[in-house]
RNA sequence: GACCCCAUCGUCUAGAGGCCUAGGACGCCGGGUUUUCAUCCCGGCAACACGGGUUCGACUCCCGUUGGGGUCGCCA
C-alpha cells in the first residue's frame, strides 16, 4: 500500500487505558507492516478537562509500550503542531470556506431553546431533531442578530434525505440514512471547532490514509465524510475496532479491576505482556499461535483478521501470559527488574546491592519461574534480606506439635556442626538423616521451610539454605522452635 | 425510544457450504514429576443464542426473533 498514514488521537482528559492502547497498538501495527508512518496527536480542544499531566502520562505509556511515533508531539513532523490546541488558527479558514460555501451556517438557537425543543419532543416521545430554524436565516436576519451580539454556533446543512454508504475495512458495508441525522454543529458559541470538525481537518492536513478507530465512532462517521467532502478533501478509509468489554459484558471500567496501563505497569505486567495479550484481543494470527512477539506481529497483522465482536477482557489469562513471559524472559533482564522492586519498595538498599551483587543474582534466578508479576518479587525474597518479622499466627498453631519440634531440634542438631552449606551436600545429608529416622524427607523440610521463610511455599529448600547460610539457619530455626514451645507451654 | 454494529466452550479465539465427531489457548477438574509452590508433562469437562428459509448438504448464505454493545452533546 502506498504511503500508509495512520494516527492515534487520544484526548489528554484521563489516562490512557486498555482501549487507547490497543487503538494505538493496531495503528501502530498496521503502519509497521505497511511500511507506513504511525502519528501521534493530542486532541485537547476540550480545554476543561484536557491536562498536561495526562497528556505527558499517555506519552509516557506508549512509550512504556514501545509504541513510538514517528511524527507528533516531542518529536514533530512535517505537520507540526500535533497538539490541537496550538491548531486553531488553522481551522479558522476552513469554517470560512464551509460558510462561504454555504454548506454551513449560523445558528442564533440559545441553550435555553434548544433545551426547550428537546424538551418538547421527549415529551411527545419522538426522536429529537433540531429544529433547524436558523438554516433559513435572511442575510438581514444573521446582520441584526451580530449587530446584537447575539452568541452563535455554526452548524453543518446535512442533506435532507438520501443515504451514505460506509466501505469499513473491518465492518465491511455500513450505511446510514441521512434524515437520522442532526444539523451538528462544527463551531461553538464560545468560539473554537468541535471534535467532528478539528478532527477531519487534522486527518486530511496530517495525509492520514487509514483511519483506525474504536467501534464507537463508527456512527460519527457519516458527520466526517460528509466534512471531507464539504472540504473538497480526500476521504480516507475507516476501520472500525470492537470495544473492550469487562467480565460481565459491560463496558469495561474501574470496578472490573485495572483498566489504565499505568496501573499494569505498577502491578508488574511486562510491556511485551500487554502488547501480546492486547493484540490478541480482536485479532489472531491463525487461532493456534498464543504467544507472539513483536516482530511476528508487525509481520502477520492485516486488519483483515480483526474480528467484529467485542470482546471481554480476562485477567487471568494476561497473568499466565506474564508469567510466561517471565519465565522466558533474559536473566540479567529479570535481574535488572527485580532489584528495582526491591529498592522501590525499601527491601534492600543500592549500598547493599553493591556490596551483594551476587548474592541478590542468586536470590532473583532461584525465583523467576515462580514469579507471575515482577512486582510479587518483594515479598517473595524478602525473607531472604531481612529478618522474618512475625510468623503467621495460625501457622505457628499449625505447627505447635511435639513432632515438629523434635524434627526441628533433629535438623538443627544435624547442621550446627557442617562447615560447609552447600545445596547439593545438604540435601544428601538430609535425606540422610530422613532415612535414618524412617522419615519422609517432607517431614523435615516442611518445618524448616517455615522456619527459613515464615511462609508454606519457597523455592528448593536446600538452595535457600545455602543462600542464608549457617548462622542465619540457626538462627531462625531456633527462634521457630522457641516460639513454637512457648505456645505450647501456654496451652497447656 | 430511534439509528448503527455484533452473536462459536465460562473467557480469548480457529472456522470463509461438505475437511466439524467443531480445532487451539486461559480458567476449571483429575493424574504424573517435585521437599512445598510455581513450572513442566498427560488426561477430562465445556460452545455453533433461537426460529424460519436457500441448498443434495449449513457453524458457515438470507430473513426474523432474542440478547449484548455503541451512537444519539456547543465531550472527544
Known amino acids: 500500500m502506498e504511503n500508509v498514514r495512520v494516527r492515534f488521537a487520544p484526548s489528554p482528559t484521563g489516562f490512557l487505558h486498555i482501549g487507547g492502547a490497543r487503538t494505538a497498538l493496531f495503528n501502530w501495527l498496521f503502519a509497521k507492516h505497511e511500511g507506513g508512518k504511525f502519528i501521534l496527536r493530542i486532541e485537547d480542544t476540550d480545554t476543561e478537562r484536557s491536562t498536561s499531566e495526562y497528556q505527558m502520562n499517555i506519552l509516557e505509556d506508549l512509550r512504556w509500550l514501545g509504541l513510538d511515533w514517528d511524527e507528533g508531539p516531542e518529536v514533530e513532523g512535517r505537520f507540526s503542531p500535533y497538539l490541537q490546541s496550538q491548531r486553531f488558527s488553522i481551522y479558522q479558514s476552513y469554517i470560512q470556506?464551509?460558510?462561504?460555501?454555504?454548506?454551513?451556517?449560523?445558528?442564533?438557537?440559545?441553550?435555553?431553546?434548544?433545551?426547550?425543543?428537546?424538551?418538547?419532543?421527549?415529551?411527545?416521545?419522538?426522536?429529537?431533531?433540531?429544529?433547524?430554524?436558523?438554516?433559513?436565516?435572511?442575510?438581514?436576519?444573521?446582520?441584526?442578530?451580530?449587530k446584537n451580539n447575539v452568541a452563535f454556533s455554526i452548524r453543518i446543512k446535512v442533506p435532507n434525505e438520501g443515504q451514505l454508504v460506509i466501505q469499513d475495512m473491518i465492518r465491511g458495508t455500513v450505511s446510514f440514512q441521512w434524515n437520522d441525522f442532526d444539523d451538528f454543529i462544527v463551531v461553538r458559541s464560545q468560539g473554537g471547532a468541535t471534535?467532528?470538525?478539528?478532527?477531519?481537518?487534522?486527518?486530511?492536513?496530517?495525509?492520514?490514509?487509514?483511519?483506525?478507530?474504536?467501534?464507537?465512532?463508527?456512527?460519527?462517521?457519516p458527520k466526517q465524510i460528509l466534512l471531507y467532502q464539504a472540504l473538497s478533501f480526500e476521504v480516507p478509509r475507516f476501520a472500525h475496532i470492537p470495544l473492550i468489554l469487562g467480565a460481565d459484558k459491560s463496558r469495561l471500567s474501574k470496578r472490573h479491576g485495572a483498566v489504565s496501563i499505568g496501573e499494569f505497569?505498577?502491578?508488574?505486567?511486562?510491556?511485551?505482556?500487554?502488547?501480546?495479550y492486547l493484540a490478541h484481543l480482536g485479532w489472531s494470527m491463525d487461532g493456534t499461535t498464543e504467544v507472539f512477539s513483536r516482530e511476528t506481529l508487525v509481520k502477520h497483522f492485516s486488519l483483515t483478521r480483526v474480528i467484529k465482536s467485542a470482546a471481554c477482557f480476562d485477567y487471568a489469562k494476561l497473568q499466565w501470559l506474564n508469567g510466561k513471559y517471565i519465565r522466558e524472559m533474559d536473566k540479567d533482564t529479570f535481574i535488572h527488574l527485580g532489584t528495582a522492586v526491591l529498592l522501590e519498595k525499601n527491601i534492600i538498599?543500592?549500598?547493599?546491592?553493591?556490596?551483594?551483587?551476587?548474592?541478590?543474582?542468586?536470590?532473583?534466578?532461584?525465583?523467576?519461574?515462580?514469579?507471575?508479576?515482577?512486582?510479587?518479587?518483594?515479598?517473595?525474597?524478602?525473607?531472604?534480606?531481612?529478618?522474618?518479622e512475625n510468623y503467621n499466627l495460625e501457622l505457628i498453631e499449625k505447627f505447635s506439635n511435639i513432632e515438629v519440634?523434635?524434627?526441628?531440634?533433629?535438623?538443627?542438631?544435624?547442621?550446627?556442626?557442617?562447615?560447609?552449606?552447600?545445596?547439593?551436600?545438604?540435601?544428601?545429608?538430609?535425606?540422610?538423616?530422613?532415612?535414618?529416622?524412617k522419615l519422609k524427607l517432607a517431614d523435615y523440610v516442611h518445618p524448616v521451610r517455615f522456619a527459613l521463610t515464615g511462609q508454606l511455599t519457597s523455592p528448593g529448600l536446600f538452595e535457600v539454605m545455602e543462600i542464608l547460610g549457617h548462622d542465619s539457619c540457626i538462627d531462625r530455626i531456633t527462634r521457630l522452635s522457641n516460639g513454637l514451645k512457648t505456645q505450647m507451654s501456654a496451652k497447656k
Open 97 to 146: 470556506r464551509l460558510l462561504d460555501s454555504g454548506q454551513a451556517y449560523y445558528c442564533f438557537c440559545s441553550m435555553q431553546e434548544l433545551e426547550k425543543e428537546r424538551f418538547e419532543s421527549e415529551k411527545k416521545k419522538l426522536p429529537y431533531h433540531y429544529s433547524k430554524k436558523c438554516r433559513t436565516l435572511s442575510q438581514q436576519e444573521i446582520e441584526h442578530q451580530m
Open 195 to 221: 471534535y467532528n470538525l478539528v478532527v477531519v481537518i487534522d486527518d486530511a492536513l496530517m495525509k492520514i490514509s487509514h483511519v483506525i478507530r474504536g467501534e464507537d465512532h463508527l456512527s460519527n462517521t
Open 265 to 276: 505497569r505498577r502491578q508488574g505486567y511486562l510491556p511485551e505482556t500487554m502488547i501480546n
Open 349 to 388: 538498599s543500592s549500598e547493599f546491592i553493591k556490596n551483594h551483587e551476587n548474592q541478590v543474582r542468586k536470590i532473583m534466578l532461584i525465583v523467576k519461574d515462580h514469579v507471575k508479576l515482577i512486582s510479587d518479587i518483594a515479598h517473595q525474597t524478602d525473607y531472604f534480606f531481612n529478618p522474618i
Open 405 to 437: 519440634t523434635k524434627r526441628l531440634e533433629e535438623f538443627f542438631d544435624l547442621i550446627l556442626p557442617m562447615t560447609s552449606f552447600d545445596a547439593a551436600e545438604l540435601e544428601k545429608s538430609i535425606r540422610h538423616l530422613a532415612d535414618q529416622k
